[in-house]
């Protein structure tokens, strides 16, 4: 149980484009999910934390008119990288929140981010 | 705010051999902590955690980790290592149950043949 899928696990796209970032939770519902991101031989950096159904907090220095997040249901929550630029290049994790499961945090196998 | 520090990047082990990758932490409440594996362009697997009880904890894959609270500290511990254990090591707090996990930088454990 307490599985987070997200989907794709591997996107290149173009400069400019923009890319959407899809986080299940596949057996739990999740009414809050978190949005990491992780560079090359770095840690996870907390991007935002997003709650069912209402509008997501953004950690210091991440722009939120670049990083939308989306969290329409208690099971999906979106991460849409707009107009993207080689240095979002990264790999983004999503991890969401079980309060059934004493508020443990499951995280997904993440996606790898290429701008070319 | 609550924070966490793993103060060596690298850590190499000779198999067979016991290993510690070091983990202090800092959080104004009671912590929440845990230790998280990853491995190449992959997501994180869970090993332990230490939320109250025991402050010696066992986990996944022979792994366990030794809370002190008097140092701050959360250590994790094998006693013998295996190549396969070789990947990179994540230590995290939460501050109570309602915050977001807070990372470590991670510690990348080698472990030789």
């Known amino acids: 149980g307490a599985v987070v899928s997200q989907h794709p696990s591997r996107v290149i796209c173009k400069s400019g484009t923009s890319v959407k970032i899809e986080c299940r939770s596949l057996d739990f519902q999740a009414t809050t999910m978190f949005w990491y991101r992780q560079f090359p031989k770095q840690s996870l950096m907390l991007m935002a934390t997003?709650?069912?159904?209402?509008?997501?907090?953004?950690e210091q220095g991440v722009e939120k008119d670049k990083f939308l997040i989306n969290h329409a249901s208690l099971t999906l929550s979106t991460l849409t990288v707009t107009s993207a630029h080689p240095e979002d290049s990264s790999f983004y994790i999503c991890?969401?929140?079980?309060?059934?499961?004493?508020?443990?945090?499951?995280f997904g196998p993440g996606t790898r981010l290429t701008v070319t | 705010a609550q924070s966490v520090a793993q103060p060596e990047d690298q850590v190499n082990v000779a198999e067979g051999n016991p290993l510690t990758v070091k983990c202090t932490y800092s959080v104004s409440g009671n912590p929440y902590l845990f230790w998280y594996v990853q491995y190449p362009n992959r997501g994180l697997q869970f090993l332990l955690k230490?939320?109250?009880?025991?402050?010696l904890v066992k986990g996944s894959y022979g792994f366990e980790a030794e809370f002190n609270k008097s140092q701050t500290s959360f250590h994790l511990k094998k006693p013998s290592a295996l190549v396969s254990d070789s990947a990179l090591y994540f230590c995290?707090?939460?501050?109570?149950?309602?915050?977001?996990?807070?990372f470590g930088k991670g510690t990348r454990l080698s472990v030789i043949a």
């Open positions: 997003s709650n069912e159904g209402s509008k997501a907090t953004y």
């Open positions: 230490y939320i109250t009880g025991d402050n």
């Open positions: 991890s969401a929140r079980d309060v059934g499961r004493s508020y443990e945090q499951y």
């Open positions: 995290a707090v939460r501050d109570g149950r309602n915050t977001p996990l807070v």
